[in-house]
């Protein structure tokens, strides 16, 4: 390659990632350069283009309009050349992915998952993230979410990987102590186990007397993910709605039992991977997608299916 092309696929690249970690030292210390040769880098930049694309003030790094385009069409062409290198090298996946999703979910499927994954992609380093939270994919700099549940509209990409029933249970020691609710109204009078991070009065949905219904919920313990909920309705605590995916194994040896399931019939929760558009998607995700694909295709329990409990 001429010296000429080095140098601006060099500039691309250090403005690239300027603006992905939105300052000159974030940058530098990601590029093992000092924050002198960024700059300097971007100034020889802006002055070949003769155009400014950034615009920096002691709060805040900006692009310009220009910039905005640059930084489009930059991208576009370092995939390119990255998409290149990985064919010429026999089609390896290489890099960082970042990884995002829930602590159950993540537990059960996503961890269990990498070590083939990473057999198949020896170039790559994966940063896995399990949170029951929504994580803002482009602030954390994550490349792929795996979600449940009804996505907001957020203008990501989503792809459904399969989906879980959720079911209402409790454990025998809780309804032997306050007893089984026969009808969804009846949870008024149960202590029920919520999720504090949701703003909205808590409510459960149910097909009852012929209509869906949504039956607010309270109780006495609020928590922030899935499997502390799950470990509060083993210990007694109260009456848990939860994925069936998470809960099969308790259900299976009595230790949880589900509750109101001829009016709990389509209580599904689709799961998606997520990612953000705006350009080629890159190998790593795709690769990371198409592996979980797989692997969900082969669970039983991501089919929405009943679980059973034994007698």
Same mark, same amino acid.
């Given at each position: 390659?001429?010296?000429?092309?080095?140098?601006?696929?060099?500039?691309?690249?250090?403005?690239?990632?300027?603006?992905?970690?939105?300052?000159?030292?974030?940058?530098?210390?990601?590029?093992?350069?000092?924050?002198s040769?960024?700059?300097?880098?971007?100034?020889?930049?802006?002055?070949?283009?003769?155009?400014?694309?950034?615009?920096?003030?002691?709060?805040?790094?900006?692009?310009?309009?220009?910039?905005?385009?640059?930084?489009?069409?930059?991208?576009?062409?370092?995939?390119?050349?990255?998409?290149?290198?990985?064919?010429? /090298? *026999?089609? $390896?996946?290489? !890099?960082?992915?970042?990884?995002?999703?829930? %602590?159950?979910? +993540?537990?059960?499927?996503?961890?269990?998952?990498?070590?083939?994954?990473?057999?198949?992609?020896?170039?790559?380093?994966?940063?896995?993230?399990?949170?029951?939270?929504?994580?803002?994919?482009?602030?954390?700099?994550?490349?792929?979410?795996?979600?449940?549940?009804?996505?907001?509209?957020?203008?990501?990409?989503a792809?459904?990987?399969?989906?879980?029933?959720?079911?209402?249970?409790?454990?025998?020691?809780?309804?032997?102590?306050?007893?089984?609710?026969?009808?969804?109204?009846?949870?008024?009078?149960?202590?029920?186990?919520?999720?504090?991070?949701?703003?909205?009065?808590?409510s459960?949905?149910?097909?009852?007397?012929?209509?869906?219904?949504?039956?607010?919920?309270?109780?006495?313990?609020?928590?922030?993910?899935g499997?502390?909920?799950?470990?509060?309705?083993?210990?007694? /605590? *109260?009456? $848990?709605?939860? !994925?069936?995916?998470?809960?099969?194994?308790? %259900?299976?040896? +009595?230790?949880?039992?589900?509750?109101?399931?001829?009016h709990?019939?389509?209580?599904?929760?689709?799961?998606?991977?997520?990612?953000v558009?705006?350009?080629?998607?890159?190998?790593?995700?795709?690769?990371?997608?198409?592996?979980?694909?797989?692997?969900?295709?082969?669970?039983?329990?991501?089919?929405?299916?009943?679980?059973?409990?034994?007698?």
């Amino acid at each position: 390659m001429p010296r000429v092309l080095m140098e601006r696929s060099g500039e691309m690249e250090v403005f690239a990632r300027v603006v992905q970690d939105g300052g000159f030292s974030a940058a530098a210390r990601n590029l093992d350069l000092t924050p002198s040769a960024v700059s300097k880098l971007i100034a020889r930049l802006e002055a070949r283009l003769g155009t400014r694309l950034l615009v920096r003030t002691t709060r805040a790094l900006t692009l310009t309009e220009e910039g905005e385009a640059y930084h489009h069409a930059a991208l576009k062409i370092l995939q390119d050349l990255n998409d290149a290198d990985q064919e010429a /090298a *026999g089609g $390896a996946v290489r !890099g960082r992915l970042r990884i995002n999703t829930t %602590i159950p979910f +993540g537990t059960m499927f996503v961890a269990p998952a990498m070590p083939e994954f990473i057999v198949r992609n020896p170039y790559l380093i994966v940063d896995l993230s399990f949170t029951d939270g929504i994580v803002d994919l482009v602030a954390e700099k994550t490349d792929v979410a795996i979600r449940m549940g009804n996505l907001p509209d957020s203008g990501l990409i989503a792809r459904r990987l399969g989906q879980s029933r959720r079911v209402v249970c409790a454990s025998p020691d809780y309804l032997a102590r306050r007893g089984s609710p026969q009808t969804p109204g009846d949870l008024e009078h149960h202590d029920c186990l919520t999720f504090n991070f949701r703003r909205a009065r808590p409510s459960w949905p149910f097909r009852f007397e012929g209509r869906d219904i949504a039956q607010p919920v309270k109780g006495s313990i609020a928590v922030n993910n899935g499997e502390t909920m799950k470990q509060m309705a083993l210990a007694g /605590a *109260g009456i $848990a709605r939860l !994925g069936l995916f998470h809960v099969a194994d308790e %259900i299976a040896a +009595g230790r949880l039992i589900p509750l109101l399931e001829e009016h709990n019939p389509g209580d599904l929760e689709l799961v998606h991977a997520v990612y953000v558009g705006g350009g080629p998607l890159p190998h790593r995700v795709r690769a990371f997608i198409e592996h979980m694909v797989l692997v969900l295709g082969q669970s039983p329990l991501l089919n929405g299916s009943t679980p059973h409990s034994e007698k």
